[in-house]
């Protein structure tokens, strides 16, 4: 089950690339200046194809990243889902006609050597389906309030400084989304209907509303180099807490916990150098 659930989040990770690389062909589009474009602040773009195949293709996304984490630990799924920035290097070169510098492959080749080691040395296994509320509580009152200090602190900043402090306070959104949903996959032993009685699924809905939005703030406050590694470190880090914590999670420390490290550190290194590259930044899309 561990290889299906890799396997759906990766496809899901594919998803949201994909996803995002044609709603931005389709945004690029009506840049000022292009033949048939229309006036700055128009979103005439949402009526083209390639921005309803996006939509399309983030409710199949949404949907292959439900079932993996019906089928595998958090603490496995989450950080596969780091992958989407790889996906995205990729397809953005093919759509946008402008491949990948060698500084560029170099941090794609890191980023997946990085997330292979990690997995491999932490190894998570085991777990439970549904989580006591008890233990909810536990791990969301300290969450939130460091959500809280995060947020009001990134808003009193300004430029790369302010998308990092928001990024990781986005992190945690995303992350406390993802178990809530995972919890509400293990109602579903009760039968559909049973899940619409409970709060996991209201929450999950809330957190997961609130950490988008918080995401558009993020990515205005500044480059997406700034806020990207806090987004995706931030993220897998967390899940693998929330893993352990919330569902009994198991994953491998002792001696391995350096190379662990090193891993993570390796993940952070390579996500600064793709964020930063123009075909995820989006800066290649005047050229397209």
Known sequence: MIIVSVVLALLAALGNAAASVLQRRAAAADLPGRTGSHR????????????????????????????????????????????????????????????????????????????????????????????????????????????????????????????????????????????????????????????????????????????FLLLQATLRAGSLAASQPALTLGDSLLSVILGVLLFEERIELGWRVLPEAAALGLIAFASVHLSSSPVVSGKDEQRW
């Open 40 to 211: 700055l602040g128009s979103l005439s773009f949402v009526r083209r194809p390639a921005w309803r195949w996006g939509a399309g293709l983030l409710l199949v996304s949404g949907l292959a990243q439900a079932l993996a984490l019906a089928t595998g630990p958090l603490a496995v799924v989450q950080p596969v889902m780091t992958t989407e920035l790889l996906f995205t290097s990729v397809l953005a070169a093919a759509v946008f006609r402008r491949p990948p510098g060698a500084r560029t492959w170099g941090a794609f080749l890191g980023m997946a050597l990085g997330l292979a080691a990690f997995l491999l040395l932490a190894s998570p296994t085991g777990g439970v389906e549904t989580v006591p509320p008890k233990r909810w509580l536990l791990s969301a009152v300290p969450t939130a309030a460091v959500s809280f200090v995060l947020i009001t602190v990134g808003m009193g900043l300004r430029g790369s400084a302010r998308a990092a402090v928001l990024g990781s306070a986005t992190a945690i959104g995303f992350s406390f989304t993802a178990a809530l949903i995972k919890d509400t996959l293990g109602l579903l032993s009760g039968g559909v209907g049973a899940v619409f009685t409970t709060w996991q699924i209201y929450a999950a809905a809330a957190v997961g509303l609130g950490s």
